[in-house]
């Protein structure tokens, strides 16, 4: 179940909030979220993915 919640939030995200997004916001302040995003991953642990894989195989071992 965990995966699919997973799977349901990114798809929503990709389909809804995103496109969403880039009606409202103004091409102006584009550049400066993009800036912020890659300054908040330059921020990232060095185990973080592994962190969040092991969370998504917990949530996938669930399901089976």
Same mark, same amino acid.
Do not use: M, S
């Given at each position: 179940m965990g995966i699919c919640l997973l799977k349901d939030h990114v798809a929503k995200e990709d389909t809804v909030l995103y496109p969403l997004a880039e009606r409202v916001l103004p091409e102006k302040v584009r550049p400066e979220i993009v800036t912020g995003y890659t300054q908040a991953e330059l921020?990232?642990?060095e185990n973080f993915?592994? *962190?969040y894989q092991s969370v998504v195989e917990l949530y996938e071992n669930?399901? *089976?």
């Open positions: 921020q990232v642990p993915g592994r *962190h669930e399901t *089976h």
